[in-house]
T-cell receptor
C-alpha cells in the first residue's frame, strides 16, 4: 500500500518568514495530494490540494509543488502569521482507483509561528 | 447543511465495555471514513465505505466494526473497549467523482478507556 513520509515533525519560524513542509510518497499511481490544517482541538480542514497533472498551485500565501518523478510534494507558506500555527498533514490517494480513493496521511508537522 | 456530525463529543469507558460512535453526513457523499488520532500523531484509517452496504478495512481495524445501511450514517462499534483504544475518533466523508475530492471531517469524538 501507499506510504507517506512527512518532514519535519516540528517547525518553528518567526512571523513573516516562510515555512516549507515536505512529503514523499511511495505509490506511483497516487494522483491526488491534499494538505490539511488542524488547529488545536479542532478537526482537520483542507487548505490546498494538487493533482498529478499539475506541478504547482497557489492560493494567496499558500502554495503546493509536486515532483512526480521524485514522488515528493511540498507545502509552502509565505509571510507566516501567528494564526498559521497548527498541525499540517499531507496525504496521497489514487482518485482513479476503485478502492474508495482513500487517502494515506503523513504523521503531521507542528508549525509554530512566533510573533 | 450541517456537514459531518459526530456523537458523542466525549466518552469515558471502562475496560470491556462496548459503545457505538455515531457519524452522519447530509452532503449526499458516497464515501465515508473512520480515523483515529492518537496524541501527537497522524490520522490512521480504521474502516471506510464506498456506499450503503459496502465497507472495508483500513490500516487499523482490529477491535472495531462498522455498518453502512444508509448513505447518511456510518456508525463505528467498539465491542470490548481496551486502553489502547483511547484516542480521538474522526469521521469523514467525500464525494466520489467530484472535481475537488475533499474529505470533510466531523468534529471528533474523544474516547478515554480506563
Amino acid at each position: 500500500g501507499e506510504n507517506v513520509e512527512q518532514h519535519p515533525s516540528t517547525l518553528s519560524v518567526q512571523e513573516g518568514d516562510s515555512a516549507v513542509i515536505k512529503c514523499t510518497y511511495s505509490d506511483s499511481a497516487s494522483n491526488y495530494f491534499p494538505w490539511y490544517k488542524q488547529e488545536l482541538g479542532k478537526r482537520p480542514q483542507l487548505i490546498i490540494d494538487i493533482r498529478s497533472n499539475v506541478g504547482e498551485k497557489k492560493d494567496q500565501r499558500i502554495a503546493v509543488t509536486l515532483n512526480k518523478t521524485a514522488k515528493h510534494f511540498s507545502l509552502h507558506i509565505t509571510e507566516t502569521q501567528p494564526e498559521d500555527s497548527a498541525v499540517y498533514f499531507c496525504a496521497a490517494s489514487n482518485r482513479g482507483n476503485t478502492n474508495a480513493g482513500k487517502s494515506t496521511f503523513g504523521d503531521g508537522t507542528t508549525l509554530t509561528v512566533k510573533p | 447543511n450541517a456537514g459531518v456530525t459526530q456523537t458523542p463529543k466525549f466518552r469515558i469507558l471502562k475496560i470491556g465495555q462496548s459503545m457505538t460512535l455515531q457519524c452522519t453526513q447530509d452532503m449526499n457523499h458516497n464515501y465515508m471514513y473512520w480515523y483515529r488520532q492518537d496524541p501527537g500523531m497522524g490520522l490512521k484509517l480504521i474502516y471506510y465505505s464506498v456506499g450503503a452496504g459496502i465497507t472495508d478495512k483500513g490500516e487499523v481495524p482490529n477491535g472495531y466494526n462498522v455498518s453502512r445501511s444508509t448513505t447518511e450514517d456510518f456508525p463505528l462499534r467498539l465491542e470490548l473497549a481496551a486502553p489502547s483504544q483511547t484516542s480521538v475518533y474522526f469521521c469523514a466523508s467525500s464525494k466520489r467523482g467530484a472535481i475537488q475530492e475533499t474529505q470533510y471531517f466531523g468534529p471528533g469524538t474523544r474516547l478515554l478507556v480506563l
